[in-house]
T-cell receptor
Framework: DGGITQSPKYLFRKEGQNVTLSCEQN?????MYWYRQDPGQGLRLIYY???????QKGDIAEGYSVSREKKESFPLTVTSAQKNPTAFYLC???????????FGPGTRLTVL | GDSVTQMEGPVTLSEEAFLTINCTYT??????LFWYVQYPGEGLQLLLK?????DKGSNKGFEATYRKETTSFHLEKGSVQVSDSAVYFC??????????FGGGTRVLVKP
């Protein structure tokens, strides 16, 4: 089946540790995005990538890093520099020429 | 910059009631407008969209009309079900590939 997968669904880490969240899509979409969602709030854009080997900062990029070495993969690393990393993280993608974004199921990260 | 404002929830209503969620926007140019729905613990699903003024998007009994004169895109459903309980997000896409989201409106439908 075509779609966007994020793994794992739940992730626990100790404070001070870096952690990488996976996002894979087999839809052949060009653009991919990472959002953060906090309880009762909307989505805030962390990073996005429109083509392989290129990415741009979103509104809240501090404390995060990404890579886009393959079209189908866009992993997000939450570094120890991120002050409040506990949140629900959503990955999305868009095919070229389309307006809407398609979302993965999300990863809930809890930093203890 | 671009922004989306939607009514705060939670909105609580009984099954078969009429649902309206207000959404207004500020954007340069002629944005595309979207409604997404999020069920508990899941990602967002596209509910409907409209790409130009006076377009009406519709899906699963939900409707929204792109009103440029009032910069609005209100979501409506004539008869809600318990399964419509979710968080609804209004969003716009202006120039570039980024979506701008509203804060979300939680809807709770009681049997």
């Amino acid at each position: 089946d075509g779609g966007i997968t994020q793994s794992p669904k739940y992730l626990f880490r100790k404070e001070g540790q870096n952690v990488t969240l996976s996002c894979e899509q087999n839809l052949n979409h060009d653009a991919m995005y990472w959002y953060r969602q906090d309880p009762g709030q909307g989505l805030r854009l962390i990073y996005y990538s429109q083509i392989v080997n290129d990415f741009q900062k979103g509104d809240i990029a501090e404390g995060y890093s990404v890579s886009r070495e393959k079209k189908e993969s866009f992993p997000l690393t939450v570094t120890s520099a991120q002050k409040n990393p506990t949140a629900f993280y959503l990955c999305a993608s868009t095919p070229s020429g389309y307006n809407e974004q398609f979302f993965g199921p999300g990863t809930r990260l809890t930093v203890l | 910059g671009d922004s989306v404002t939607q009514m705060e929830g939670p909105v609580t209503l009984s099954e078969e009631a009429f649902l309206t969620i207000n959404c207004t926007y500020t954007a340069t140019g002629y944005p595309s407008l979207f409604w997404y729905v999020q069920y508990p613990g899941e990602g967002l699903q596209l509910l409907l969209k409209a790409t130009k003024a006076d377009d009406k998007g519709s899906n699963k009994g939900f409707e929204a009309t792109y009103r440029k004169e009032t910069t609005s895109f209100h979501l409506e459903k004539g008869s809600v079900q318990v399964s419509d309980s979710a968080v609804y997000f209004c969003a716009l896409k202006a120039a570039g590939n980024k979506l701008t989201f509203g804060g979300g409106t939680r809807v709770l439908v009681k049997p």
